[in-house]
């Protein structure tokens, strides 16, 4: 069955203060892995999508990685603005059309002043 | 481009009311996706339309869920007679294609209360 894990459920940090969250998945084939931001009141934002092993991203202070059965999102230096949850989906290899997103339960971040 | 619209934006009905969920998707899109988001639950697929046609229903909690999409450019999730426990927030989500990888525009939700 396709899972997808993330911790730290929630995570605390200091302004300027850089971190990583995790994202942990089984899937029987990778399609493609998407971050996103979700805002309290909101839906998610897209942020990223990565395909296959070794792939970075970065937007602003943002970076994705991905490796065979993980990607992480580091945060470098962050702002309290960039509060939020975030959360990590995957999409798996099948036959046929599909492109099902299986979610993570996310982290909620908070960046404190 | 205006995004994906859901509407209502809240919606508190009493228990064994039916209940109407709108969205229209962003133009041009080919496939459209209704979630359930709750505190235990997190974020669950309850079933996605590609080209206007219903793929994968699996999600949907039982018969008293239905969703249609007459046209390319709305579609509904009706909860039929709605309880207490479907309280929740509803996504609508559209993508621009039926295969392959490709990322998916949330909408705003709609929370629903039923008391």
């Known amino acids: 069955e396709d899972q997808v894990t993330q911790s730290p459920e929630a995570l605390r940090l200091q302004e300027g203060e850089s971190s990583s969250l995790n994202c942990s998945y089984t899937?029987?084939?990778?399609?493609?892995l998407f971050w996103y931001r979700q805002d309290p009141g909101k839906g998610p934002e897209f942020l990223f999508t990565?395909?296959?092993a070794g792939e970075e991203k970065e937007k602003e202070r943002l970076k994705a990685t991905l490796t065979k059965k993980e990607s992480f999102l580091h945060i470098t230096a962050p702002k309290p603005e960039d509060s939020a949850t975030y959360l990590c989906?995957?999409?798996?290899?099948?036959?046929?059309?599909?492109?099902?997103?299986?979610f993570g339960t996310g982290t909620l971040l908070a960046v404190q002043p | 481009d205006a995004g994906v619209i859901q509407s209502p934006r809240h919606e508190v009905t009493e228990m064994g009311q039916e209940v109407t969920l709108r969205c229209k998707p962003i133009?041009?899109?080919?496939?459209l996706f209704w979630y359930r988001q709750t505190m235990m639950r997190g974020l669950e697929l309850l079933i996605y339309?590609?080209?206007?046609?219903?793929?994968?229903d699996s999600g949907m909690p039982e018969d008293r869920f239905s969703a249609k999409m007459p046209n390319a450019s709305f579609s509904t999730l009706k909860i039929q007679p709605s309880e207490p426990r479907d309280s929740a927030v509803y996504f609508c989500a559209s993508s621009p294609g039926t295969s392959g990888s490709h990322e998916q525009y949330f909408g705003p939700g709609t929370r629903l209360t039923v008391t």
């Open positions: 989906a995957v999409q798996a290899m099948r036959g046929g059309a599909t492109n099902k997103l299986i």
């Open positions: 990565l395909y296959s």
């Open positions: 339309f590609n080209n206007n046609v219903p793929i994968d």
């Open positions: 899937v029987s084939g990778l399609r493609g």
């Open positions: 133009s041009g899109h080919n496939s």
